[in-house]
């Protein structure tokens, strides 16, 4: 993301690069008669530029716990690595990874395909108490466990504690406080209030949970996305860009947004956990302490901001599946994660890390973890990941006004009601 969850779904089967020797190809390895692991374990991490080499550094220290196990890591965009995953998986797995780190609704889809292995009963679970019961959720399909809680995130309101202090504003609680505080902050200071990301879908779910909607009632097999909420949460997010009070971009939306919170273009942001160590190393947060985050603000209905986050997932058609479970294990334990939120400040997935003297006193980690704990999960189905893709289409057209906010919700409800197999009503 990051991220650009939606922007997966909108990748089409892309040709593999040559860029690994996976779970197809790759050196068989497994178990010998003495217990050891050996062999290749290939890991496609899908992590940013922020983090990618924190992550490889991790991975790297596996090697030294198994010395007879070498890891092939390999950075693949995140915009990319689900299309490529199963256009690998689909052709046979040459090329496939042997490990994958998938955001939490690829976890289901793949699976539901086949091509994932279960880890229940394997040594890629262990402590299996520990983990949130929110993350471990989005690890489950059809009762069987399927990944390894590796991150879990939400959304924030990032904030430039400076801009607003100068034009006398506070954080802002909610949708309309946010609109009168960045025409405020605009007055004030010539700068922008708010730059909101207008090219990934998941950037709407605040909009949409703040007015008491969800995009289904998986319970009731009923899609609700176009019921009035939804048309609100259109609107509100039109508003705002309509007002003045939020500039957005529907093309170049994650560069373009950090761009402007780093260099103090821009009062305020959307994001999350995985966007903090970048928004750091601009030139508005020399000083660290100027970054301010607060939950997003709540719209008619109340505050929400939706649950993501990634698992560690194991190709079925590893190779070499015993250094591959032992590797997820390894990534997912408590020693990584403390490892991970000590320097990028992502959230833990094992409620015992959050016990862990430095994480505990990171003042991004207890505001996430709030978060977090009141985070909406998102439909745990296969066709998880494809409800962005209707979202994606409609939202930019929204914002830019070639869409009115009912327009949008009934063509996105009727790309669910055909996407969606079943009684779905």
Excluded at 205 to 219: H, I
Excluded at 396 to 412: C, I
Aim: include cysteine.
């Amino acid at each position: 993301m990051r991220h650009g969850i939606a922007a997966t779904a909108l990748v089409a089967v892309i040709a593999l690069t040559g860029t690994a020797c996976g779970g197809g190809d790759g050196d068989g390895g497994g178990k010998g008669s003495d217990g050891k692991i050996s062999g290749t374990v290939t890991y496609w991490d899908t992590s940013n530029e922020a983090e990618k080499g924190t992550y490889e550094q991790l991975a790297r220290g596996f090697q030294k716990k198994y010395p007879d196990v070498k890891v092939n890591y390999v950075n693949v965009p995140f915009g990319e690595a689900l299309a490529k995953f199963k256009n690998a998986a689909g052709s046979g797995g040459s090329g496939a990874p042997d490990v994958l780190r998938a955001e939490v609704a690829w976890t289901q889809d793949l699976a539901n395909i086949g091509y994932l292995a279960k880890l229940d009963g394997t040594t890629a679970l262990a402590d299996r108490s520990d983990y949130l019961p929110k993350a471990a959720a989005g690890t489950k399909f059809k009762g069987a466990t399927y990944g390894v809680p590796q991150v879990i995130d939400t959304l924030g309101l990032f904030y430039n504690k400076k801009m607003l202090k100068e034009a006398g504003v506070e954080p802002p609680t909610s949708w309309a406080g946010l609109k009168a505080a960045a025409k405020k902050i605009k007055q004030k200071t010539g700068k922008t209030g708010l730059y909101l990301r207008g090219d990934d879908a998941y950037w709407y779910l605040p909009f949409l949970y703040g007015e008491g909607g969800d995009l289904l009632d998986t319970g009731a097999k009923k899609v609700t996305v176009d019921d009035a909420p939804g048309v609100k949460a259109f609107a509100a997010a039109r508003d705002l860009v309509a007002s003045g009070a939020a500039e957005t971009d529907a093309t170049d939306g994650w560069d373009t947004m950090q761009h402007a919170i780093k260099n103090g273009d821009a009062a305020m942001t959307l994001n999350g956990p995985w966007a903090i160590e970048d928004t750091l190393a601009g030139k508005a947060f020399k000083d660290p302490s100027n970054l301010g985050v607060v939950p997003v603000p709540a719209g008619s209905g109340g505050q929400g901001a939706p649950q993501g986050g990634h698992n560690l997932t194991v190709y079925a058609g590893s190779k070499n599946l015993d250094a591959s479970y032992a590797f997820a294990r390894y990534m997912g334990s408590a020693e990584v994660q403390a490892k991970t939120t000590e320097k990028l400040s992502l959230l833990p997935t094992r409620t015992s890390v959050y016990r862990n003297e430095t994480v505990a006193a990171n003042p991004n980690v207890k505001f996430f973890k709030a978060a977090v704990d009141k985070a909406v999960e998102r439909p745990w189905i296969p066709e998880g990941n494809s409800l962005f893709q209707a979202i994606l289409v409609q939202f930019p057209n929204v914002l830019a006004g070639r869409t009115s906010p009912k327009e949008a919700a009934t063509s996105v409800g009727d790309a669910y009601r055909k996407l969606l197999k079943g009684d779905w009503k």
